[in-house]
């Protein structure tokens, strides 16, 4: 059995979603601070925060766990700029607690849901896994901490470990049984589609005088179908004993955002208004992913390779969520 902890989260109800789909039995825990009850579709759900280190032992001696998929976290880099100790505490304190559950339950297998913010401005691009770690702001160097705790769990404990570096997540399940609620909504994608929608005025572009073609920050955005495969393939070969300890998960395609907002007026047929406004802070220029580590040792490979499917997805679910 596999837990998933944030399984009420986005990418971890698609998960789920893919390990039911493999034939996997799946235990979901979420505190459901930012996921959705209704989002996880096993039946196993244990509602609880990672901090509690009573009701982690209880749920380790409770389910036949053989590996943990650990999603649960804060997300949004913004948020982390305005208020870092929200993120140490969740993301790496509650995550301790968890390996230490797992250690004293001896549960030693785990993928990790890390971030490609854990590289900060590129020196090249696309990135690959070796490229140098220097995250820009505290949401990725919580995940980049992680990363080294992994490690040495590994080294000491023998804990075998997996880091899945996502670069920009979007999309909805192309059933449109299950999709993104954000709630605020901080993530490109679904705040324009939000303005599609006349559910919010405009979208600001945060940043128009980045060295990238049309000024706006780049970005690889993968659909969250194939990030939720890649886990799967990545808890393979975890067991096979074959992961690296590090996985970059993106398209290898970049697209700005202007381009975002174009492809999503296309998609959705409607009016878009989009200002200018100055840079976010923490913000990159541009993150692509060179994903050919995990097309190499997964077998790995996004099926949706352009914006079109990940936007209109995204809009399916938008429209039947309203
Ligand atoms: N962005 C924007 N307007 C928004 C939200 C995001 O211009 O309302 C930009 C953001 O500055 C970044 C890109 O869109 O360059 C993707 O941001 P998002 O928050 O979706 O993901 P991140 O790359 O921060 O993980």
């Given at each position: 059995?596999?837990?998933?902890?944030?399984?009420?989260?986005?990418?971890?109800?698609?998960?789920?979603?893919?390990?039911l789909?493999?034939?996997?039995?799946?235990?979901a825990?979420?505190?459901?601070?930012?996921?959705?009850?209704?989002?996880?579709?096993?039946?196993?759900?244990?509602?609880?925060?990672?901090?509690?280190?009573?009701?982690?032992?209880?749920?380790?001696?409770?389910?036949?766990?053989?590996?943990?998929?650990?999603?649960?976290?804060?997300?949004?880099?913004?948020?982390?700029?305005?208020?870092?100790?929200?993120?140490?505490?969740?993301?790496?304190?509650?995550?301790?607690?968890?390996?230490?559950?797992?250690?004293?339950?001896?549960?030693?297998?785990?993928v990790?849901?890390?971030s490609?913010?854990?590289?900060?401005d590129?020196?090249?691009?696309p990135?690959?896994?070796?490229?140098?770690?220097?995250?820009?702001?505290?949401?990725?160097?919580?995940?980049?901490?992680?990363e080294?705790?992994?490690?040495?769990?590994?080294?000491?404990?023998?804990?075998?470990?997996?880091?899945?570096?996502?670069?920009?997540?979007?999309?909805?399940?192309?059933?449109?049984?299950?999709?993104?609620?954000h709630?605020?909504?901080?993530h490109?994608?679904?705040?324009v589609?939000?303005?599609?929608?006349?559910?919010?005025?405009?979208?600001?572009?945060?940043?128009?005088?980045?060295?990238?073609?049309?000024?706006?920050?780049?970005?690889?955005?993968?659909?969250v179908?194939?990030?939720a495969?890649?886990?799967?393939?990545?808890?393979?070969?975890?067991?096979g004993?074959?992961?690296?300890?590090?996985?970059?998960?993106?398209?290898?395609?970049?697209?700005?955002?202007?381009?975002?907002?174009?492809?999503?007026?296309?998609?959705?047929?409607?009016?878009?208004?989009a200002?200018?406004?100055?840079?976010?802070?923490?913000?990159?220029?541009a993150?692509?992913?060179?994903p050919?580590?995990?097309?190499?040792?997964?077998?790995?490979?996004?099926?949706?390779?352009?914006?079109?499917?990940?936007v209109?997805?995204?809009?399916?679910?938008m429209?039947r969520?309203?």
């Open positions: 059995m596999i837990l998933v902890t944030g399984g009420a989260g986005y990418i971890g109800s698609h998960t789920i979603k893919e390990l789909r493999d034939g996997q039995e799946v235990v825990l979420d505190n459901l601070s930012a996921g959705h009850r209704e989002l996880v579709l096993c039946p196993e759900f244990v509602e609880g925060d990672l901090a509690d280190a009573a009701l982690l032992a209880r749920t380790f001696r409770r389910y036949p766990i053989e590996a943990v998929i650990h999603f649960a976290a804060h997300t949004s880099v913004p948020e982390s700029v305005a208020n870092p100790r929200k993120y140490y505490q969740n993301n790496i304190v509650s995550g301790l607690s968890l390996l230490d559950a797992m250690v004293e339950c001896g549960v030693n297998a785990i990790f849901s890390s490609a913010a854990v590289y900060g590129p020196v090249r691009v990135i690959p896994e070796d490229h140098p770690c220097a995250p820009k702001n505290p949401y990725g160097r919580t995940k980049l901490a992680f080294g705790i992994l490690h040495d769990y590994g080294v000491t404990y023998g804990l075998r470990h997996v880091s899945l570096r996502y670069f920009n997540a979007a999309g909805s399940d192309p059933d449109g049984e299950i999709g993104e609620c709630d605020p909504e901080t490109l994608i679904p705040i589609l939000e303005v599609a929608a006349g559910v919010r005025r405009e979208v600001q572009i945060f940043g128009t005088d980045y060295e990238t073609k049309d000024g706006t920050a780049v970005r690889d955005y993968i659909h179908f194939d990030l495969r890649a886990h799967v393939r990545a808890l393979g070969a975890l067991e004993g074959t992961a690296a300890p590090a996985y970059n998960l993106g398209t290898g395609r970049g697209y700005t955002v202007r381009e975002v907002v174009e492809c999503c007026r296309r998609i959705t047929g409607r009016e878009i208004r200002v200018d406004a100055p840079r976010r802070a923490g913000d990159p220029a993150l692509v992913a060179d050919s580590r995990a097309k190499r040792d997964l077998g790995w490979e996004p099926r949706f390779t352009t914006l079109d499917p990940i209109a997805t995204a809009w399916r679910w429209l969520r309203r």
